[in-house]
């Protein structure tokens, strides 16, 4: 099994719309964006990493984007996915956990899918979007549809 480890300084990337998939500009991407980036000049015949599952440990912040239709997650490999550091195949799986303490949150891409016993679930503490974003999405009304980024 081969991983890719990303450890990145909170808080992590969310979508600037609901509507469409994260990418290297959206809100707080670019640390990031800059980590994917760098790895894929380092050894550009490595990549894109191509996954199977994903692992993400959120530090203090968990963006609370569930009401949006999309996950916490997805965002994380959208914006890999645009500086071409990762891609998902179009069936993955993910296990994610949360240190509310920490400055920083951690993603890993793996080749096989994890498997991890969620007895019992893990308890979140969300973190509201900023407000200028929260109050234009409910009031545009969109909502994320689950489609490929185009990276697979």
């Known amino acids: 099994m081969r991983t890719l480890t990303f450890v990145v300084p909170d808080p ?32 550009p015949e490595e990549f894109p990493f191509i996954f199977a599952g994903m692992t993400v440990t959120f530090g203090r912040t968990m963006w609370n984007v569930r009401e949006f239709g999309f996950s916490t997650e997805d965002p994380l490999y959208e914006v890999l996915c645009d500086v071409g550091a990762a891609c998902e195949p179009g069936s993955w799986s ?33 973190s509201e979007l900023p407000e200028e974003f929260s109050v234009r999405w409910r009031r545009s009304g969109r909502r994320s549809e689950r489609r490929s980024n185009g990276c697979g």
């Open 94 to 126: 993910s296990f994610t956990t949360q240190d509310p303490v920490a400055d920083f949150y951690v993603v890993t891409f793996t080749t096989e899918r994890p498997t991890h016993d969620r007895e019992p679930p893990p308890e979140f503490i969300w």
């Open 12 to 43: 992590p990337p969310f979508r600037d719309d609901p509507g469409r998939s994260a990418d290297r500009n959206s809100p707080h991407a670019g640390p990031l964006a800059r980590a994917g980036q760098q790895a894929v000049d380092s050894s």
